[in-house]
């Protein structure tokens, strides 16, 4: 957690430093030096209070609309420093392409400058309160060597990451369950980080049960990391006990009557050498109650899984959540790749695996990368 607050601190840090240098191209004079004032203010009293309450006691009601009004200004100010730097640099490169003469008294505002932040907050809008709200359809064949004739156009639908908390609620939970719950799949998959919240966490498990009866194959449920960390595993457990969720939990069982198995597994929170030790240790648990000659759909929160799935060569399709798909994207690419995989499907030989953009954020902005349900056909591959 240190290293984390350490790396956001000096991130925002660096943001400051180049929006202050920056901003001599949006204004000048008394402008100026107050905008400097202003974005300083901002940066270190308003993302500082930030970073001091996020996921406290004050992250409701009042207080988190006010957290979420900071990091819109905060993702406002990042596209305004991009696009102004963009536009920087290109109208440098074609004063030295056209080979102007140096001139000190050369205007260094650029033109129409108040379009930049006005950019920048009409896009930060965009994602706060439009974006974030409207959740996408995705829809994948997957061509299965060996799939048994019972599992032949059998889909499983999957949602993920929805982050009960301030910014989803168990109103929301319902509103997507009955989404998905009317698209006609045959299987829900839960990707894990839902139960993220002491105040919603009873009544949402509670409603995820009821959506059981909308699928003939069930609603089955992988873990998390966030479910450790606000009393989730609790409710993961009573659900495991009461059996109308399937909980695979380093686990396997099969599918009755469609000849699939579905496996999951717990969060590995090893770092360096004893992530991927965990990680090696619960796929083989998962495994072990699949025969041999059997096929597994994974369900595990952390992508790297998919690499144990392709090695396994029993897993054809495995379904991943927990990057959120680095919630902003170009052209359904992710603009902070940071994970090994990050978003969308991988396919590594005849395997496939998926990472979900999640449905919900404790981060309440996303643009490129909206929240989705993804649904997964799968169907018998003829060539084998
Ligand atoms: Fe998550």
């Known amino acids: 957690m ?63 609309a006010t957290a979420l009004l900071v990091m819109l200004l905060f993702v406002a100010q990042i596209i305004t ?58 829809d994948y064949t997957i061509p299965v060597p060996r799939l048994p004739h019972e599992a032949e156009g059998m889909v499983v639908a999957q949602i993920s990451d929805v982050h009960l ?52 194959d069930g609603i089955w449920y992988c873990i998390g990391n966030h479910e450790y960390y606000h009393d989730g595993r609790r409710i993961v457990d009573r659900m495991a006990h009461e059996g109308r969720v399937r909980v695979v939990l380093n686990s396997a069982a099969q599918v009755p009557g469609r000849g699939v198995y579905i496996a999951g597994v717990d969060y590995p929170f090893g770092r360096g050498n004893d992530f991927y030790l965990q990680k090696e240790a619960f796929f083989a648990a998962a495994m072990s109650e699949v025969p041999a000659d059997a096929l597994t759909v994974l369900l595990a929160h952390h992508p790297e899984f998919i690499d144990d799935a392709a090695a396994d060569g029993r897993v054809p399709l495995t379904l991943t959540g927990h990057t959120h798909g680095s919630q902003f994207g170009v ?44 649904y997964f056909r799968l169907e018998r591959n003829a060539e084998q």
């Open 2 to 64: 240190l290293v984390f607050t350490l790396i956001l601190v000096g991130a925002v840090g660096l943001i400051l430093g180049a929006s202050l240098y920056f901003l001599r191209y949006l204004a000048q004079g008394r402008r100026l030096f107050f905008a400097r004032i202003a974005i300083a203010a901002f940066d270190i009293v308003g993302i500082g209070s930030l970073l001091l309450f996020i996921r406290s006691a004050f992250m409701h009601g009042w207080g988190a």
């Open 81 to 138: 420093l991009l696009v102004t730097a963009c536009a920087a640099a290109l109208r440098y490169l074609r004063r030295r392409m056209l080979s102007a003469p140096y001139d000190p008294a050369r205007r260094r505002l650029l033109a129409g400058a108040a379009a930049y932040p006005a950019a920048g907050l009409l896009l930060g809008g965009y994602g706060a309160f439009f974006e974030r709200r409207h959740t996408v359809r995705s």
């Open 165 to 216: 908390g301030p910014y989803f609620s168990v109103a929301d939970f319902e509103a997507l369950l009955t989404e998905v719950g009317a698209s006609g799949a045959d299987l829900l998959a839960v990707t894990g980080d839902i139960f993220d919240d002491e105040r919603q966490n009873e009544a949402a498990a509670e409603v995820l049960a009821a959506h059981a009866a909308d699928y003939p």
């Open 331 to 374: 052209f359904g690419r992710p603009l902070f790749p940071v994970f090994k995989y990050t978003r969308g499907m991988v396919r590594i030989g005849d395997n496939y695996g998926y990472v979900h953009t999640g449905n919900g954020s404790w981060f309440p902005l996303r643009i490129g990368c909206p929240p989705e349900i993804a």
